[in-house]
């Protein structure tokens, strides 16, 4: 059995998880106003252990979510990941923060699109099917009545930017599923245990987030 830590903090989510083999056994998460992550992250991690009846000894790898996503929350996740695969001398496994976004769409046609917020009409954003499988990289834009205009398929739009978007975003083939609002470490266990199997893992040295920075640094050259 296949035991992963999965740690989600790039958003006001902060969310950890325990999977078995890709299947989720513990969670615990809480989106705050403000970041609370250094003072959660480490209570979440005891609690999940606990209620999956485990120790630190017996988990095979650490998983967290790379990005895009908030600076302080990114660092503090990705952070406590690598301390905790160095000292437990375990691999260090990360996923996309927006695939496991879009892993919460329960639909069976068109495109996911996951967003997180950025600032003003800017959001990071993917393309995703039905099962997970990306159509288009990961970028940082500005959305406008013209975003999204050339897809013909229909758009479910998850994350936490439906309140700016969807005066903007009209297209009858444009749907937002509004409960689901930040990526969580409940959706990340696939993706983990996905990586596990396949040895896909992180140098724990030298892995940092995916900021996006050269994009943060052109906007603000641009306002």
Request: proline fraction near 3%; charge should be negative; charged fraction near 20%.
């Amino acid at each position: 059995m296949a035991y992963i830590l999965n740690i989600e903090t790039a958003t006001r989510n902060c969310s950890v998880s325990i999977s078995a083999s890709g299947e989720v056994i513990s969670l615990r998460e809480v989106a705050e106003s403000g970041y609370s992550h250094a003072e959660k992250l480490h209570v979440f991690f005891e609690e999940v252990l606990l209620e999956s009846k485990i120790t630190f000894s017996e988990l095979s790898a650490i998983a967290v979510s790379r990005g895009p996503g908030s600076y302080t929350g990114l660092r503090i996740g990705v952070s406590a990941a690598k301390g905790l695969s160095y000292a437990l001398r375990i691999p260090l496994i990360s996923t996309d923060t927006l695939q496991a976004l879009a892993m919460q769409a329960n639909v069976s046609e068109g495109l996911v699109i996951p967003m997180i917020d950025a600032r003003r009409m800017e959001v990071y954003s993917a393309i995703f099917d039905t099962r997970g499988n990306s159509q288009r990289e990961i970028m940082a834009q500005i959305i406008d009545e013209n975003s999204f205009s050339d897809i013909t398929e229909k758009i479910h739009i998850v994350g936490d930017c439906a309140d700016k978007c969807k005066p903007v975003l009209t297209g009858p083939n444009i749907t937002f599923l509004e409960d689901i609002v930040f990526p969580s470490a409940s959706s990340m266990a696939q993706l983990s245990f996905d990586k596990f199997i396949k040895s896909e893992f992180e140098d724990v040295a030298y892995f940092e987030p995916y900021y996006l920075k050269d994009f943060l640094i052109a906007s603000k050259k641009q306002h």
